[in-house]
Each structure stands twice: as structure tokens, then as C-alpha cells.
């Protein structure tokens, strides 16, 4: 298995999150983020730009 082509995600978000929604709403890419049983997940469309992390009212996105 060719691992060049894999790309890894390098933010995730912790239990503190409270399902605003604003990640999702910043967020330039359909699909990058989903909704969870308990909180949001961020998926492998993610492309790293940050917009998630830097708009999160509670800081409950970690990475990068």
C-alpha cells in the first residue's frame, strides 16, 4: 500500500463541543464535517485550513 496518497486530518473535536454549528458553517468544503451522536466529526474531506478552529466560540477544536 502506497501511503503518499493518504492524507491525514489534523484537527479533531473534543468532547466540549456544544453543536453550534458555526464550524460547520465556516467551513469552504460540503461533507468535511458532519454531525455525531454527540458532537460534530471532522471527516477525511477535510483539506487542514484552520477556518474550523479559528471560528470555534469554545475552542473545542485541537490540532496543527
Not at 19 to 48: M, S
Request: hydrophobic share 35%.
Amino acid at each position: 500500500m502506497n501511503n503518499k496518497n493518504v492524507k491525514k486530518v489534523i484537527y479533531f473535536i473534543t468532547s466540549e463541543c456544544i453543536q453550534c454549528g458555526i464550524c460547520v458553517d465556516v467551513c469552504p468544503i460540503d461533507d468535511a464535517i458532519e454531525e455525531g451522536e454527540n458532537q460534530y466529526i471532522i471527516t477525511n474531506a477535510c483539506i487542514n485550513c484552520g477556518k474550523c478552529k479559528a471560528a470555534c466560540p469554545i475552542e473545542a477544536i485541537e490540532g496543527k
